[in-house]
């Protein structure tokens, strides 16, 4: 396909995304219509439709219109590319422009519009990131950097960096944590890879990995993961020696990739439900990632971006806050409860703890934070304890 | 790490370990106006009320290893939970300690059978009074974990029960219902939480802090303690002393004063 031709079909799978149809989906049932799309297409066509989405205000802006067309015509103005050269209607490019697009779009008003956040969501990104909120934004219209964790119950940093070069893949260490590797090079090959489908690395943003860096673990200790869901952080929790490894999700279907995952990782996770977590309890750390808005993610995920609404986002404070209580409830009288979202949005992290803390016998002993500014997703962790004023 | 101050009493050989400490607010002595508690910490050379955690390593001629309490674990955060360093120093490991004796059930006495290090004494008994067990049993306090968590070997112990070796059960109840402290041949006392802040309440025996469960039977139990340490010239320690950990007590009137040895 010519460069030409793959705007077009991204333009035809952007406005199917854009009446309604998941973007995996648009894209898969692309490559099925389309036989003739070699890899390399469909690769280019996925990064161009998720580009597209990324940035969907300030390319609309760019293009004129929130259509296919008026994204992929951003797009192309974004990235400067010469639009004559490429819209020519010419075997499957797009139609020449017509005059009123030629006149039509414009450079995205400085704010919410340039860093690609709904108007809604913008105050309360800025308070968070403060004088860098545009800079958060502008980094996530870009591709997530791919970060890889070492299963360090299968080998180590030095040893995944050689056998993924063997195959093709260049990583570097990254600074994050020291199971951290950067993908800097044949990304692309990595789930085909033998270094990954026998399990000497996971797919995992570096952060991630930090904040199981993080955790206070020792030898001996039971460990919950209470919103395990597809269970990266359970996988990376297992392979810290000497812990026991539980993982729950209120929602269980989430964890039916977990066995298997675990399985190629040499791994040993008990999964639990609500109830036999009741019974299992208590647990001397339990880790409540919290569902959240996902804002930390929003470069993997753009989707979730323009869906949340200030509805959805004050059921998300409400989830969160119960799930505090409840993941309080399954620690130890001298645990740790570990409250972590994938948000840099304060009044999910911050101030869902401290509403925590004014309700209850808890102290905060520790907080990090990590932002896409810093080269990883935005991770948030804080680590609590009971307060015991009895002596 | 601080020297360990040890005393002997014919064949044991006490140290004074030292789990960890904080400061505590005028709040907690809350029948003591400020200003009484600033007068009386003055006198001591002190700005606030300081307080340490001790836990004590009984090491018998025979070999025997006893330990009472075991400090805070991490359930204090970072203000306790150095009782293994302490341990370790003396050269001594938690396998090596056969009986945990818990004065009481409370976080900074019982915490280092919680938590990350809960298997440290996994191969001691641990001795409390059945009183202990019936106050803490089915509440949500550390106390009742540590009953869970160590259920198969608990053993109970009465008010005046001897423990062997010239060691006996020193009731002194009113702190929490099954509070003990343990008399050691003929001259030494260990007195668990009768007191808090000495310069505070040897002074005057009456200040006391808002976590004695009935405080009118912990005045009676402190009173009386104090009298009998004073009286028949006892070395004593107590669970919250600062300072010299090992001492004798004057009496004048109400007023007590310790006497370093």
């Excluded at chain 1, 810290?240 to 990782?265: K, N, S, T, W, Y």
């Excluded at chain 1, 639990?272 to 993610?297: I, K, N, Q, W, Y």
Aim: aromatic content about 6%; glycine content about 10%; some cysteine.
């Amino acid at each position: 396909m010519t460069p030409a031709a793959r705007l077009q079909a991204a333009i035809e799978v952007l406005d199917e995304i854009l009446a309604g149809k998941p973007a995996e989906r648009a894209l898969t049932g692309w490559a099925r219509r389309s036989r003739f799309a070699g890899s390399k297409d469909r690769a280019a066509l996925r990064d161009h439709v998720f580009d597209a989405l990324r940035a969907r205000r300030s390319f609309a802006a760019r293009g004129g219109a929130e259509t296919g067309r008026g994204l992929i015509l951003g797009l192309c103005r974004a990235q400067g590319l010469t639009v004559a050269d490429l819209f020519t209607g010419i075997g499957h490019a797009p139609a020449p422009l017509a005059p009123e697009e030629q006149a039509g779009g414009r450079d995205p008003a400085p704010g919410a519009e340039a860093a690609d956040i709904p108007d809604w969501l913008w105050p309360r990104f800025q308070a968070s990131l403060g004088a860098q909120a545009q800079q958060a934004g502008e980094i996530m219209q870009s591709r997530a950097p791919v970060h890889l964790r070492v299963n360090t119950a299968r080998t180590d940093r030095p040893g995944a960096i050689a056998a993924l070069a063997g195959e093709g893949i260049a990583t570097q260490p990254h600074p994050a944590c020291d199971t951290a590797l950067e993908v800097t090079e044949g990304a692309r090959g990595i789930a085909r890879s033998t270094a990954y489908l026998d399990g000497l690395v996971e797919l995992q943003d570096a952060a991630s990995q930090a904040i199981v860096a993080a955790l206070p673990l020792a030898p001996g200790m039971r460990v919950l993961d209470y919103c395990a869901g597809g269970g990266g952080k359970t996988l990376a929790l297992a392979a810290v020696p000497g812990i026991e490894v539980f993982a729950h999700d209120a929602a269980p279907q989430r964890m039916r990739d977990l066995p298997a995952r675990a399985a190629r990782a040499g791994a040993r996770v008990r999964l639990l439900d609500t109830d036999e977590a009741t019974r299992a309890a208590p647990f001397d750390l339990v880790l409540a990632d919290a569902p959240c808005s996902g804002s930390g993610s929003w470069r993997r995920a753009p989707a979730g971006k323009w869906d949340l609404t200030e509805e959805k986002f004050t059921a998300l404070l409400a989830v969160q806050r119960e799930i505090l209580q409840r993941a309080a409830a399954l620690t130890a009288p001298g645990g740790v409860l570990a409250y972590a979202t994938c948000s840099m949005l304060t009044e999910e992290n911050d101030g869902a703890v401290q509403a925590f803390l004014d309700a209850g016998d808890w102290k905060q002993d520790d907080c990090r934070r990590w932002d896409v500014l810093s080269g990883t997703d935005g991770f948030y962790l804080a680590l609590l304890t009971r307060i015991h004023s009895e002596f | 790490m601080d020297p360990v101050d040890s005393v002997r009493s014919g064949p044991w050989r006490v140290d004074c370990l030292v789990d960890g400490g904080m400061t505590f607010g005028t709040d907690v002595f809350a029948n003591v106006a400020p200003a009484r508690q600033a007068e009386l910490l003055g006198a001591a050379g002190l700005s606030a009320a300081v307080t340490e955690f001790n836990a004590y390593l009984m090491r018998h001629d025979d070999g025997r290893i006893w330990l009472v309490d075991t400090g805070c674990g991490s359930i204090c955060g970072p203000e306790g939970g150095q009782l293994p360093d302490r341990l370790a120093s003396v050269g001594i490991a938690p396998g090596d300690i056969s009986r945990v004796i818990l004065t009481h059930l409370h976080a900074d006495h019982c915490g280092g059978l919680l938590g990350p290090g809960a298997a440290l004494f996994a191969d001691a008994e641990i001795l409390l009074h059945p009183d202990e067990v019936a106050h803490w049993r089915d509440t949500e306090a550390p106390g009742a974990q540590v009953l869970k968590t160590c259920a198969d070997r608990l053993r109970l112990v009465g008010s005046d029960a001897g423990l062997g070796a010239d060691v006996r059960v020193w009731a002194l109840p009113g702190h929490t219902p099954g509070h003990f402290g343990l008399r050691i041949g003929d001259d030494l006392v260990l007195a668990g939480d009768i007191v808090h802040s000495e310069a505070l309440q040897l002074p005057d025996p009456e200040n006391a802090t808002q976590f004695d469960v009935d405080p009118a039977q912990a005045l009676a139990s402190r009173r009386a303690a104090l009298a009998e340490i004073a009286e028949r010239n006892l070395v004593w320690s107590g669970s919250h002393l600062i300072g010299a950990k090992f001492a004798r007590l004057h009496r004048s009137g109400d007023r007590f004063a310790k006497l370093e040895t």
